[in-house]
């Protein structure tokens, strides 16, 4: 089981290529344990489904320790943002995209703070014209996780349309002849990288916010039988 893999290299993943692999492999990030925790959660549910209370169990029961220790180590000194790396300073930061599945799964790993710290750090402290940067070791953005980000401000209608504004401000005023890229620069609104970079099927995740229902009704927890 796949999950059993994960669990294995948590809380600390080794060095390895994640998403965004375009900028090269990395160990301890912060935002791939997100990704992990939260999928150790949906392997737990998928027992649930099936009716496997012991097995769902066991998964769910995994999970604390690794978010302790994700939730003391990834916080910054001053408590403002989660970093990029456990192992790095207060300036490292990343998109914590992955606590998107989290939303549209209706799940309870990580507590609701972390999304809204996350978020306000985002608004507040990073934000560029055309959008959030990746991480503190560039200056681009993939369209996709912006759009992201807008499901992820479900619940704030300020943080929400200052991101909206932001990726609606890239497709228009962007001086790159491509149609809708999603890597570009935030500052800029530039186009980056290879032209395979444009209109690919990610960026349907900018309508990540109509997966995620007011009272989460039609999540997956509430369709268990």
Not at 41 to 53: R, V
Not at 87 to 106: A, C, V
Not at 153 to 162: C, D, F, K, L, P
Not at 174 to 179: E, F, N, Q
């Amino acid at each position: 089981i796949w999950a059993d893999f994960i669990i294995s290299e948590m809380p600390m993943p080794p060095k390895q290529l994640c998403t965004d692999d375009f900028e090269g492999p990395e160990a301890n990030n912060t935002n791939l344990v997100v990704k992990g925790l939260l999928a150790v959660e949906a392997m737990a549910g998928l027992f649930d489904y099936a009716g496997n209370k012991t097995a769902a169990s066991y998964y769910r029961g995994k999970i604390p320790g690794f978010l302790a220790f994700w939730l003391e180590h990834a916080l910054a000194s001053d408590g403002s943002h989660y970093k990029r790396e456990y192992n790095l300073d207060d300036t490292s930061f990343s998109l914590k995209y992955n606590l998107l599945y989290q939303l549209i799964m209706n799940a309870t790993v990580f507590p609701s703070k972390v999304l809204s710290t996350e978020l306000n750090y985002y608004s507040t402290k990073q934000a560029q014209k055309y959008g959030i940067p990746l991480n503190d070791r560039a200056s681009f953005q993939l369209t996709e996780y912006q759009g992201g980000l807008i499901g992820m401000a479900y619940n704030s209608s300020e943080i929400r349309a200052q991101l909206i504004d932001q990726l609606y401000k890239f497709a228009d005023e962007t001086p790159s002849r491509d149609p809708f890229g999603d890597r570009y620069d935030t500052k800029t609104g530039a186009q980056l990288g290879f032209h395979s970079f444009i209109a690919r099927a990610t960026i349907g995740e900018i309508f990540s916010l109509l997966l995620i229902s007011a009272d989460k009704s039609d999540t997956y927890q509430m369709r268990r039988p």
